[in-house]
């Protein structure tokens, strides 16, 4: 690996780990700060989104009804940096119901999840997240 490479990673695993300070600080504008203004926003069981805008939308409906922190994140790069992925653990409360889901009345749950990144020009390009469903449903149902 040469000293470009190394430089690359090392930049890639610390936007990474700043995207998950500013989730965790429930800093949406700090959020997308780290994204490209194309950003793709792949939802677990959901659409595709595309851009900034629709990242926020996104991210104010899950704030209305989630209060969630990560823990246990552990951040991986590509050889070039121009992708990551991230394991960590999900430490939530259900606070609202969301559309199509059970109801809602402050149920906690902790759920393994993952994020593949695509990164481009020191941006976040691409999020696509996944988790278990069931599982979830299962904690938030009892």
């Known amino acids: 690996m040469n000293d470009n490479e190394s430089q690359s990673?090392?930049?890639?695993?610390?936007?990474?780990r700043s995207y998950y300070d500013a989730f965790n600080a429930g800093d949406t504008d700090a959020m997308l700060d780290h994204l490209t203004e194309d950003v793709i926003h792949d939802v677990n069981q959901g659409e595709r989104r595309l851009g900034k805008?629709?990242?926020r939308a996104f991210n104010a409906s899950m704030t209305h009804n989630y209060k969630e922190t990560l823990t246990e994140i552990t951040v991986m790069v590509s050889k070039d940096g121009s992708r990551a992925a991230a394991e960590f653990v999900v430490n939530g409360s259900y606070m609202n119901t969301d559309s199509?889901?059970?109801p809602a009345t402050g149920q906690k749950y902790v759920?393994?999840?993952g994020t593949f990144?695509?990164?481009?020009?020191?941006?976040?390009s691409r999020v696509t997240t996944y988790y278990n469903l069931v599982d979830?449903?299962?904690?938030?149902?009892g």
């Open 9 to 16: 990673r090392i930049d890639a695993a610390k936007l990474i």
């Open 53 to 55: 805008e629709s990242f």
């Open 100 to 102: 199509g889901l059970p």
């Open 111 to 113: 759920l393994p999840a």
């Open 117 to 124: 990144f695509e990164l481009r020009d020191g941006k976040i």
């Open 136 to 141: 979830w449903t299962n904690q938030v149902t």
